[in-house]
């Protein structure tokens, strides 16, 4: 079946260092892949997100590209900020036939020090 | 609403009663979605309606959840003879479109509320 593994956590940088979490997945077929972040006390927010493979999702200089060859989703930032703090989940969806559900990693708790 | 809203954000409860959540989404938003996050994982889905239907309930655990959305806009999760093992956060999501059978898009993304924090006891 579908499923999603990421790296565990909890991982600790210092402010500026580069930051990767590693994300692999099961799936048949071609899923959309998606970064989502939950910040204290807030809710899942969507990151970026990319729909076919060599896609390269971006935002708020977090980069995710979506590698089909190595079932791969790897997110990464090169300078993390002390906002970064948050937990950060990779998914997947199959739209089709699927209504769009999503099929989420564990999760990783990232905490960025001064 | 801004967002999608869930009542009532903490709920401590028996084993065996029965539990009411309740999820408000984002006003013109026809799908909806559960979802259960246990402690340290990430979130299971549990059921996707499409307007007042049940498209997918493939994610709910038993027969002691049922969820509703009669009017098409809020929704209920009802959980009979809760159990310790019920214990989680659940989590309810919408988006503008229902199911798409072409790749995402914006009209897809599904905004989650802050969840509903469940205790068993």
């Known amino acids: 079946g579908n499923s999603v593994t990421q790296m565990e956590g909890p991982v600790t940088l210092s402010e500026e260092a580069f930051l990767t979490i590693n994300c692999t997945y099961t799936?048949?077929?071609?899923?959309?892949l998606f970064w989502y972040v939950q910040y204290p006390g807030e809710g899942l927010q969507l990151l970026l997100k990319?729909?076919?493979?060599?896609d390269k999702g971006s935002n708020k200089g977090f980069e995710a590209t979506y590698r089909k060859e190595t079932t791969s989703f790897h997110l990464e930032k090169g300078s993390v900020q002390v906002s970064d703090s948050a937990v950060y989940f990779c998914?997947?969806?199959?739209?089709?036939?699927?209504?769009?559900?999503?099929?989420f990693g564990q999760g990783t708790e990232l905490s960025v020090k001064p | 609403g801004a967002g999608v809203s869930q009542t009532p954000s903490n709920k401590v409860t028996e084993k065996g009663k029965y539990v009411e959540l309740r999820c408000d989404p984002i006003?013109?938003?026809?799908?909806l979605y559960w979802y259960r996050q246990s402690l340290g994982q990430g979130p299971e889905f549990l059921i996707y309606?499409?307007?007042?239907?049940?498209?997918?309930d493939s994610g709910l655990p038993n027969d002691r959840f049922f969820a509703v959305r009669p009017e098409g806009s809020v929704s209920t999760l009802k959980i009979q003879r809760t159990e310790r093992g019920d214990s989680a956060v659940y989590l309810c999501?919408?988006?503008?479109?229902?199911?798409?059978?072409?790749?995402?898009?914006?009209?897809?993304?599904?905004?989650f509320g802050q969840g509903t924090r469940l205790t068993v006891v």
């Open positions: 999501a919408s988006s503008l479109k229902p199911t798409s059978w072409s790749s995402w898009t914006e009209e897809t993304e599904a905004f």
């Open positions: 799936a048949t077929g071609y899923p959309s």
């Open positions: 998914a997947l969806s199959k739209l089709y036939n699927q209504g769009g559900k999503l099929i």
């Open positions: 309606f499409q307007g007042t239907g049940a498209a997918d």
């Open positions: 006003s013109g938003h026809t799908a």
């Open positions: 990319a729909t076919k493979a060599d």
